[in-house]
Each structure stands twice: as C-alpha cells, then as structure tokens.
C-alpha cells in the first residue's frame, strides 16, 4: 500500500518561516493536500492541488511540490498555527481507488 | 450552514457490531462523493472508505475490508459506516468526510464519533 512520509515535528520561532516535507510515490502522480488539526477538532483544509487555499484560510500558508516531494510552507508563523499538520492524496492500484494520509508533523511555535 | 453531523458512536465488546450515521446539511448531498476517515487515539489520521455520489463505487482500506461497509440514502442526506466484528485497534474517532473537486481534496469534516471497542 501507498506510504506518505512526514517529519514527525518541526518547531518555529514566532514570526519566522517554517517548510512541512511530504514524501511518497503517489505524490509523482497526484498533488498533495495539506489539513491542520488542533487539540480536540476535527482537520481542516488549508491548500488543495497545486496551491490553493480555501476561503478563511490565511494566506501565510502556501503549498508546492516536486518529483516525489510536496511541501507546505508557513511563512511568518503565529502562535495560532501551532497543531499537527497532515498531507493526503489520492492513490490507485489496478481499478482499486484509495486515499492515503501522512504520518503527521507537529509543528511548535517558540 | 455546510455541515456534517456524525452520531452512532459507543462502546462495543470485540466481536460486536455498531452502525454510524452522519447527517449532511447545508449542501446538495447527492452531489459529492463521502468518506469515512478515524483517528486511533494519539495517532493520525486513516481513509478507511469511500463511495461515489450515486452509491455505485465503494472502496475501502485493506485494514477493514470484508468488515465494514460504507452507505449513504441520498433522499435523507444521510451517509452510513456497518462496522461488524470490531477488533480492539478499531478504537478510534471516526469522521464522515466530504470530498471536493479533481484533487478529491477532504473540505469539509464532521466533529467526529467515538467508537471504543473493549470487553
């Protein structure tokens, strides 16, 4: 089955930039999607597709991706942002269709 | 309102059955495409089903095929998750997911149930 791999924690100063890595043999076929869940709340979409931003997601939050590697980057961190961030995409095998979601990063703001 | 209610959630011995219901609202229902996604306790998050808008395409996860079977009744807006012979590591929050668009981004996510499995 597909694997997608992320560090498991990553730590920022206040106002300082911080890049997420997502890596996985699906992501050379499909864009990643990035979700932030805090403490008790159920995930909510930040960037789908190529970089794109729901409504109310702000916009310090960006997205990329190369080969194998997707990457969400947040630049001028708030204390607001701290939460696990995860990556999906979609994946296939023969006609069997399947999602797969990162292992998670913990992001901490200093 | 865009909204997904889940309910249904409880605790179960091993072996057992539980049936979750999730009530959409404020959206076309019969329009999208739904999944079923939980998270063990302290752990990530795990598609484990999936079914097209008209209920013609069902795909599950290896770890609950043949257990769980994922439905919806798109005249009460209504998606379901039969879990049968529940094991312990099925303990988890279970979310019903809508998805959206050709990245089948997961945009709008219910509070979640809980479904504890123990004797």
């Known amino acids: 089955s597909s694997e997608l791999t992320q560090d498991p924690a990553v730590s920022v100063a206040l106002g300082q930039t911080v890049r997420i890595t997502c890596q996985g043999d699906?992501?050379?076929?499909?864009?990643a999607n990035w979700y932030q869940q805090k403490p008790g709340q159920a995930p909510v979409l930040l960037i789908y597709?190529?970089?794109n931003r729901p409504s109310g997601i702000p916009d310090r939050f960006s997205g990329s991706s190369s080969g194998n590697t997707a990457s969400l980057t947040l630049t001028g961190a708030q204390a607001e942002d701290e939460a696990d961030y995860y990556c999906?995409?979609?994946?296939?095998?023969?006609?069997?269709?399947?999602?797969?979601f990162g292992t998670g990063t913990k992001v901490t703001v200093l | 309102e865009v909204q997904l209610v889940e309910s249904g959630g409880g605790l179960v011995q091993p072996g057992g059955s539980l049936r979750l219901s999730c009530a959409a609202s404020?959206?076309?229902?019969?329009?999208?495409?739904m999944n079923w996604v939980r998270q063990a306790p302290g752990m990530g998050l795990e598609w484990i089903s999936y079914?097209?808008?008209?209920?013609?395409?069902?795909y599950n996860a290896d770890s609950v095929k043949g257990r769980f079977t994922i439905s919806r009744d798109n005249a009460k807006n209504s998606l379901y998750l039969q879990m049968n012979s529940l094991r312990a590591e099925d303990t988890a929050v279970y979310y019903c997911?809508?998805?959206?668009?050709?990245?089948?981004?997961?945009?709008?996510w219910g509070q979640g149930t809980m479904v504890t499995v123990s004797s």
């Open positions: 997911v809508r998805i959206v668009g050709v990245h089948d981004a997961f945009d709008i």
């Open positions: 404020g959206f076309t229902f019969s329009n999208y495409e």
């Open positions: 079914i097209s808008s008209g209920g013609s395409s069902i």
């Open positions: 699906s992501l050379g076929r499909f864009y």
């Open positions: 597709g190529k970089n």
């Open positions: 999906n995409s979609r994946d296939s095998s023969g006609n069997h269709l399947f999602y797969v």
